[in-house]
Antibody
Framework: QVQLQESGPGLVKPSQTLSLTCTVSGGSISSGGYYWSWIRQHPGKGLDYIGFIYYTGNTYYNPSLKSRVIISLDTSKNQFSLKLSSVTAADTAVYYC?????????????WGQGTLVTVSS | DIQMTQSPSSLSASVGDRVTITCQASQDISNYLNWYQQKPGKAPKVLIYDASNLETGVPSRFSGSGSGTDFTFTISSLQPEDIATYYCQQFHDLPTFGGGTKVEI
């Protein structure tokens, strides 16, 4: 059973960089067929796609966040990470990591439990 | 971005009722449409992929249909454990989600 777990600070100051890590167990992030993704949900709101990284290191970012986002991979630890720079209160959200099936079908089949990140001084 | 418009935004129904949620895409997305269930404090869970395919382990009372721009999600007989918010999500382009439908009893 694949499991994902987010970790990182729950409080970030405005203008600083939000950094989160997703640890994957029960499966290798080095195997093809999946995009390793980040999605966020503003409090009481819908879901917004941030981007993904493939095991090759290829990335795709939501154009609305592209200038501030970096997603990276650490295959030795079976982890992938999110960095979001120059944060504001508008970046306060629950951040989820998820596995996206990337073969003939595309959907998020496994999710982390989510972690609330609050941007505040 | 492709906009996904879900309706209604909320509904109240009784146990055993048939519940229908619609999702409209701002452009043709073929059948690249998934449905998720999210319970309070939990991550979303996929129920339907490719518009009409039931994810393994999901009860058969859940179903989906549609293609192009108009899609429907149905719970054939609402159960107490189905209380949740449901989201559609398209994969034709940059993934985007509908605004959600909160289902209450």
């Amino acid at each position: 059973q694949v499991q994902l777990q987010e970790s990182g600070p729950g409080l970030v100051k405005p203008s600083q960089t939000l950094s989160l890590t997703c640890t994957v167990s029960g499966g290798s992030i080095s195997s093809g067929g999946y995009y390793w993704s980040w999605i966020r949900q503003h409090p009481g709101k819908g879901l917004d796609y941030i981007g993904f990284i493939y095991y090759t290191g290829n990335t795709y970012y939501n154009p609305s966040l592209k200038s501030r986002v970096i997603i990276s991979l650490d295959t030795s630890k079976n982890q992938f990470s999110l960095k979001l720079s120059s944060v504001t209160a508008a970046d306060t959200a629950v951040y989820y990591c998820a596995r996206e099936r990337s073969s003939r079908v595309h959907y998020f089949d496994y999710w982390g439990q989510g972690t609330l990140v609050t941007v505040s001084s | 971005d492709i906009q996904m418009t879900q309706s209604p935004s909320s509904l109240s129904a009784s146990v055993g009722d048939r519940v229908t949620i619609t999702c409209q895409a701002s452009q043709d997305i073929s059948n690249y449409l998934n449905w998720y269930q999210q319970k309070p404090g939990k991550a979303p869970k996929v129920l339907i992929y490719d518009a009409s395919n039931l994810e393994t382990g999901v009860p058969s009372r859940f179903s989906g249909s549609g293609s192009g721009t108009d899609f429907t999600f149905t719970i054939s007989s609402l159960q107490p454990e189905d209380i949740a918010t449901y989201y559609c999500q398209q994969f034709h382009d940059l993934p985007t989600f509908g605004g959600g439908t909160k289902v209450e009893i």
